[in-house]
């Protein structure tokens, strides 16, 4: 029996226990990254999941910053996040209002869906949508995707 049990434990797949912050934005880096502060004053840098928005120097970079930051900037935020990033940023779902704002971003045009963590069916009609109508980045004739523009531009 103990040994069924280990055998059960082993390939078991751990998954992180999500957690829950509200908090004031108090800082708009890009167009899917914020900064902001708890009620006990703590300020985190929260990556909103499962979306990649362009950089900065990037076509519609700095108006999906401005986008994002006309959504939160200054609201408290409600974060959802199962886990940090390699940058100790913590990664999650963002609402305000009701809303998701990590889909609201997409939907806007501002932001793609990042399918190498990301494959819910409801994010990809959202962006199929965004595209359809010309919206933000689908106004270019090929955009470039985040990670591609990053590696294009590495320093070596």
């Known amino acids: 029996m103990q040994k069924i049990l ?4 082993f390939f078991t797949p751990f998954v992180a226990q999500a957690e829950t912050i509200v908090c004031n934005v108090v800082g708009v880096f890009d167009g899917d990254t914020f900064k902001c502060l ?14 990649d928005a362009p950089e900065k120097k ?3 970079g700095n108006k ?3 986008q994002l930051s006309d959504l939160i900037f200054g609201k408290d935020v409600l974060v959802n996040y199962s886990e940090e ?3 100790k940023r913590l990664v999650g779902d963002v609402l305000f209002e009701g809303r998701l704002i990590n889909q609201d971003m997409v939907a806007s045009g501002y932001a793609w869906v990042f ?3 990301n494959r819910d069916k409801k994010y990809l009609e959202i962006e199929a949508e965004a595209r359809k109508n ?3 980045i689908w106004s270019q004739k090929n955009p470039t995707y985040p990670s591609k523009f990053r590696r294009s531009t590495r320093k070596y």
């Open 115 to 117: 399918r190498k963590y």
């Open 134 to 136: 010309h919206l933000g």
């Open 38 to 51: 708890t009620k006990n004053k703590v300020e985190e840098v929260i990556r909103l999941k499962g979306i």
């Open 58 to 60: 990037q076509p519609f």
């Open 6 to 9: 280990w055998i059960f434990l």
């Open 64 to 66: 999906a910053k401005k």
């Open 85 to 87: 990033d390699i940058y």
